[in-house]
């Protein structure tokens, strides 16, 4: 199996920083791509930005120019690096991993996700 860990919410005034981080372990043979979604209360979970295995990036239009997704392959880890925050940014943000691991000796794909983390911005 994959563990997912998500850290580096908090609360930040409106216009500042965050970096949130998010680090897959266990019996991982590849990460295929790693997600950051986020859930305001009692709205939907929104795809917010996309990295693939290649490093193509996407990023949902309402955080263009102010998100930025990178990611550590040889931690299989990924930051999500938040500017210029809103306080409509405000919600629980949580990791996925589309991952290929090992389950005995074959190998199996799957979908993961963190506990996710608050980030809170006050205006």
């Known amino acids: 199996q994959v563990q997912v860990v998500e850290s580096g919410g908090g609360l930040v005034q409106a216009g500042g920083s965050l970096r949130l981080s998010c680090a897959a372990s266990?019996?991982?043979?590849?990460?295929?791509?790693m997600d950051w979604y986020r859930q305001a209360p009692g709205e939907q979970r929104d795809l917010v930005a996309t990295?693939?295995?290649?490093?193509?990036?996407n990023y949902a239009d309402s955080v263009k120019g102010r998100f930025t997704i990178s990611r550590d392959n040889t931690a299989n880890t990924v930051y999500l690096q938040m500017s210029s925050l809103k306080p409509e940014d405000t919600a629980v943000y949580y990791c996925?991993?589309?991952?290929?691991?090992?389950?005995?000796?074959?190998?199996?794909?799957?979908?993961?996700w963190g506990q996710g983390t608050q980030v809170t911005v006050s205006s």
């Open positions: 266990g019996n991982i043979f590849r990460i295929n791509y």
């Open positions: 990295i693939l295995s290649g490093g193509g990036t």
């Open positions: 996925t991993t589309r991952a290929t691991y090992y389950r005995g000796s074959s190998t199996v794909s799957g979908t993961f």
